[in-house]
């Protein structure tokens, strides 16, 4: 299939669009709103396709670049979903025999190829890092991203935010990591980065949320973190929790740095889908790897 960018299409269709992947809408309804923007000929099913991940598009990492090393492993969350396995990711020949550790936390469809792909990415800087699967105890990952969307609305969520709490801990105790434990996530992801920079100011040393959902105000003088955000301009979802967020950093003494990229969507980081924004997307992971770096050593 040809690769659509976002001025392919109406931005009308990509906030929409942006309902249907979060879940507010359902497909019917999606469907039913979309005609409005449909080429003479062309189906709902064929307008999805367009606009959602292809995945054959995402790989910068192999799995077996020489670079690194992967491992599924499996670690316990009592008090969340029980045995939550994960994609582990580290350097083929780490400094000292450790690295500095970096959770990546994913979207709202559980552990699919574009996040397995950036925790190889971190892995090639530097870092141990560990991409975690909410849908471990709904059998994992699906392999499309409507499944996994349908899954991982059936877990509850302060039941996967345990998970993730859990895996931060799993990090900074391995024997392979420095136990400086870092996070970065995407969507969803990034508001889980946000809760865990609040609930464990003792691990997360250092916090990257790309596009995501802010923590309550009244929360966030608990965080000792180091935090980098980057948003999209056109992501007005998000971007309405920023300007409290922002005024609680501040009150709160928060090291903090925030990024807004012009004139692109929700999602411009992944590589898998119209929104992605490549210069954009290259220049925020910059920042991220230099940040981890500055903060994690």
Sequence with gaps: MERKQASDFDQRLL????EYAHGRIARREFGQ????????????????????PNYAWAQQVAPDDSRIVTQRITYNSPQGGG?????????????????????????????????????RRLATAGFLAFAPDALSPLGGYPGTDDEGRTMQAKRKP??????????????????????K?????FCYGGGVVNELA?????????????????????????????????????????????????AALKAAGTRYQAYFYPGVNHGFHNDTTPRF?????ELAWQRTIEFFHAELG
């Design 15 to 18: 906030d929409l669009y942006d």
């Design 33 to 52: 709103r979309a005609r409005n923007f449909l080429a003479a000929g062309m189906t709902i099913e064929a307008l999805l396709a367009m606009l959602s």
């Design 83 to 119: 045995d939550i396995s994960g994609l582990l990711v580290m350097p083929a020949t780490p400094a000292d025999g450790r690295s500095p550790a970096v959770l990546v936390i994913h979207e709202n469809r559980g552990l699919n190829p574009y996040i397995e792909d950036v925790a």
């Design 158 to 179: 302060e039941e996967m935010l345990e998970d993730f709490m859990a895996g931060a801990r799993f990090l900074q105790t391995d024997a392979r990591s420095t136990g």
């Design 181 to 185: 434990v870092g996070a970065v996530g």
């Design 198 to 246: 609040v609930r464990l100011p003792n691990v997360i040393r250092a916090g990257v949320p790309f596009y995501g959902r802010q923590p309550a105000s009244d929360q966030v003088g608990k965080i000792k973190a180091a935090m980098l955000m980057h948003y999209a301009e056109l992501d007005q979802r998000i971007n309405d929790g920023w300007p409290a967020y922002e």
């Design 277 to 281: 924004d490549k210069a954009a997307a």
